[in-house]
């Protein structure tokens, strides 16, 4: 077992997405970490979430758009984006069984892992 290196600054970040609830950018972090007086190079934070990323404790979502958003939540699950404003959402709902065995033999894979990004419009957007 590979031992975990959480400098001041990884906790610091680790725990900024862990109170998330949004999936937040690397700018995000960085912004949010500024509301708190806390101010670190830009490096230092990519370089953190990569860390934290490849560590295991957080996830890296890349959800068709130019950036990454990252996830503290490390459980199977999926996430909603909405197409007008972006907000992103968690769907605990598990995919059915029966397609991942469609999948599995159309594909010739062994499934082991899922991760889908649904779209649509969120409640806001729609009654804009």
Known sequence: MTKINLTVQRKTILEAIQESHDHPTAA?????LRDKGVSFAYGTVYNSLRYLTDAGLIRELK??????RY???????????????????????E???????????ETKFKVQ???????GVCELCASK
């Open 28 to 32: 995000d972090i960085i912004e949010r």
């Open 63 to 68: 959800l068709g758009e130019a950036v990454s």
């Open 71 to 93: 996830d503290a939540r490390m459980d199977d699950h999926h996430h909603i984006m909405c197409k007008e404003c972006g907000r992103v959402e968690e769907v605990l709902t």
């Open 95 to 105: 995919l059915p069984q029966e397609w991942m065995k469609k999948i599995a033999a």
């Open 113 to 119: 892992d899922a991760h889908v990004v649904l779209e």
